[in-house]
């Protein structure tokens, strides 16, 4: 099982610079490449100061230069808010910049705050389908000259300029639903899952639903499957206390961000009250711990191991925390040095 890291910007509040904050990603996927990880995934946020990430491929293109080996991917754009040529474009583009080693991962979007604003009218239903129809596209546009009459896109006989270095890239589809995880089988996409903090049964569930797609084609060789999951490696039994606390605290602010009910203000949330988030339980502390992966590098080993033997290709520790930046850089250098030599 390969290991990823999963990294944006974030600010809980103003008392941190965007420049700050861009300088220490860059340090966490410098640390990540150092460590061997495979790969470094920034996703596509709008609006938000909770994920800053307007264009993955922007971060991508910088981090390409401060690193050599490490991948760099998209996890995830959000195709309804691209047309096909673009997309495929500034893909093909940013692959060049990285001297092939981009990983474009695709989804559809979760936050109806982001659709509101980047496509009036939009739903998950729809979105999904405009997903659909670009991601074959792709692939045929780097190849040569497409015609598309389409549902939702339609342009004359064209092509995208540069093409990608090997004239393909690898692709991901965030999946969860059985339907989604067929079409990223049948369209020769890896898969990118997570289970957020529902807990190893989900984890499960998942693979089940990847494992019955590649069953149902058995001609096509069967993708990469990729694991994402918050991720803390504890030098104590206090220090993990607190990651579950900090942890619940990040779970209850995404709850309010995707519920898309509460007030913001120049990018920030209108924040939780401690009477608030004790009122969302399926996050408690104890929850979190038990439900992400929380503790001694010996108790993340042992369940990264299961994770494996399920058959997941890839495990990304998601860093993303409201955290401190030296409590996340120090969790992740304790997983490169204390976890990741358990599965060479």
Not at 137 to 166: C, I, M, N, Y
Not at 255 to 266: L, S
């Amino acid at each position: 099982m390969k290991f990823s890291l999963f990294v944006h910007m974030e600010r809980y509040h103003a008392n941190q610079t965007h420049a700050e904050l861009f300088d220490e990603l860059e340090q966490l996927v410098r640390i990540a490449e150092a460590g061997g990880m495979e790969t470094a995934w920034i996703g596509e946020h709008h609006g938000m100061e909770f994920t800053i990430a307007p264009n993955p491929f922007i971060n991508i293109a910088y981090l390409a230069s401060k690193t050599s080996r490490i991948r760099l991917g998209t996890g995830t754009v959000i195709a309804p808010f691209w047309h096909p040529l673009r997309l495929a474009g500034e893909a093909a583009l940013t692959d060049l910049a990285t001297k092939g080693r981009l990983d474009l991962g695709i989804a559809r979007g979760a936050y109806s705050f982001e659709y509101e604003r980047m496509m009036p009218g939009l739903d998950a239903w729809t979105a999904g389908q405009r997903m659909r129809e670009m991601v074959p596209l792709l692939r045929k546009l780097w190849s040569g000259d497409l015609a598309h009459q389409g549902e939702f896109w339609s342009f004359p006989k064209s092509t995208v300029v540069p093409k990608p270095v090997s004239g393909d890239m690898p692709l991901w589809l965030a999946a969860r639903d059985p339907n989604s995880h067929a079409f990223a089988v049948e369209n020769g996409c890896n898969v990118q899952v997570t289970p957020l903090a529902s807990g190893d049964a989900e984890v499960e569930s998942l693979m089940d639903r990847f494992q019955a797609a590649c069953a149902l084609h058995p001609q096509i060789p069967s993708p990469q499957i990729m694991l994402l999951l918050h991720t803390y490696v504890a030098d104590s039994e206090e220090d993990a206390q607190q990651a579950a606390r900090e942890l619940s605290r990040f779970y209850c602010y995404f709850g309010a961000w995707f519920k898309n009910q509460r007030p913001i203000d120049n990018g920030f949330i209108q924040q939780l009250t401690e009477e608030e988030m004790a009122e969302s339980s399926q996050y408690a502390p104890e929850t979190i711990r038990n439900n992400l992966v929380v503790g001694s590098a010996g108790t993340v080993i042992d369940r990264l191991k299961r994770y494996e033997a399920m058959g997941y290709d890839q495990y990304s520790f998601w860093i993303d925390s409201l955290m401190p930046f030296e409590r996340k850089k120090a969790s992740l250098e304790r997983f490169i040095r204390d976890v990741m030599p358990a599965f060479s």
